[in-house]
């Protein structure tokens, strides 16, 4: 009985194996080959676009599906101080108005405070430069509550509506937290290696 078991689940998966088409096996061969390739020779750029479409495609979700919800959990910030630190001003440039803005159309995210929040996305990068060799977790907290202290006085004066909850800077500042001391420092020396 033992041994009957064993060959239908071996028949099982033999018949699974059979409807897999090869054309998706092709397909994904094929992109495991083009990124070995791309991490191989052009390692900049494969890493900054790992980070930077990773960080869109949180974005997108988390504005299409769960924007209802006041806990901040997209790595945008992070990853473009972290890029500023690695790479440079232009590179994390390049995130903002790149894969950035992608999420935000595909989300339906787009309007005037769009700008806005270009305009204090470059603010902050502009800081991490004046930083300088500073620790990446010192520098995402300070510009972690540059954000909150900004994004409130702009929910207050410009929108006019009313601060926002304690729940979305507390979740804002150890969100980010998070981010900057588990990965901030690892994520910086790879990038300067790479650079």
């Keep these: 009985m033992r041994k009957q078991r ?3 689940k ?3 998966f033999i018949n699974r ?3 897999v088409n090869s054309q998706k096996v092709l397909a994904g ?3 495991v080959v083009v990124l070995a390739i791309l991490f191989l020779r052009y390692q900049k750029i494969f890493i900054w676009s790992i ?3 990773g960080a869109s495609i949180i974005k997108y979700y988390r504005c299409r599906y769960w924007g209802h919800i006041p806990i901040v959990f997209e790595p945008v910030l992070f990853v473009g101080v972290v890029l500023t630190k690695g790479y440079g001003f232009m590179w994390s440039l390049a995130f903002l108005f790149g894969p950035n803005l992608f999420g935000e159309l595909l989300s339906g995210g787009v309007q005037f405070a769009l700008i806005l929040s270009f305009l204090q996305f470059t603010f902050y990068q502009f800081i991490v ?3 300088g060799n500073m620790n990446i977790v010192i520098v995402g907290l300070i510009i972690c509550l540059l954000d909150i202290i900004i994004g409130h006085m702009m929910n207050t004066f410009v929108w006019g509506t009313p601060p926002f909850f304690l729940i979305y800077p507390i979740s804002n ?3 980010h937290f998070i981010y900057f001391s588990i990965f901030g420092d690892a994520l910086v020396a790879l990038l300067k290696a790479t650079a």
Excluded: G, Q, W
């Design 10 to 12: 071996r028949n099982s």
């Design 6 to 8: 064993v060959v239908n």
């Design 51 to 53: 980070l930077a479409f």
């Design 129 to 131: 430069l004046l930083l």
């Design 17 to 19: 194996l059979s409807h």
């Design 29 to 31: 061969i094929l992109v």
């Design 173 to 175: 500042l150890v969100t």
